[in-house]
């Protein structure tokens, strides 16, 4: 009988020592992930991103958007992949703008993705300003690189009132 006692406690302990070790490294994985740091990379991130359009780089912007990325422009349809971020950013570029500060507000998520909520400021030449208004970018890494994965924005300025026919 000591036999079989002796058996279940080795097994009861073993079987807690795994548990303890799996929720470890469960713990260790969640560790790596850093929502300060990831937050210190976006901002980063946004300064250049913003700048690309002083210099007319297309290619720097692009690249700061995943593969598979979509844009969800105000009063436009869904522009999804490279080829639509490029055209996005010549029309965009071709309208005079010069510069995009973005601030942001709130960052949250997981290692799985983060969105970032802000507000921007469109600039052209000599730093007028064309628009202003809010966005929310959904963020994923690829290749090891934190990247805007869906962008969303809208204006601060009001449409015109619509023009009414008196008939």
């Known amino acids: 009988m000591l036999l079989p006692f002796s058996l279940i406690c080795f097994l009861a302990v073993s079987l807690l020592l795994s548990s303890c070790n799996n929720d470890a490294s469960k713990a260790d994985a969640g560790a ?3 929502l300060d740091s990831v937050k210190a990379v976006i901002v980063a991130n946004d300064k250049v ?3 690309c359009f002083a210099t007319g ?3 720097k912007f692009v690249n700061f958007y995943t593969s598979d990325a979509c844009l969800n422009p105000p009063n436009m349809p869904r522009m999804c992949g490279p080829q639509a971020v490029t055209a996005f950013f010549n029309g965009g570029y071709k309208m005079g703008v010069r510069n995009l500060k973005l601030t942001v507000e709130e960052v949250m998520g997981s290692a ?3 969105a970032e909520i802000g507000k921007y400021e469109m600039l052209g030449d000599k730093g007028v300003s064309m628009d202003k208004g809010k966005y929310i970018v959904v963020w994923k890494q ?3 690189k934190w990247k805007l994965h869906r ?3 809208n204006s601060d300025i009001a449409l015109p009132a619509p023009v009414i026919e008196k008939k």
Do not use: L, P, Q, R
């Open 32 to 34: 790596a992930f850093n």
């Open 49 to 51: 991103y913003g700048e």
């Open 57 to 59: 780089d297309s290619t």
């Open 112 to 114: 799985a993705a983060v």
């Open 142 to 144: 690829e290749n090891g």
């Open 151 to 153: 962008d969303e924005w």
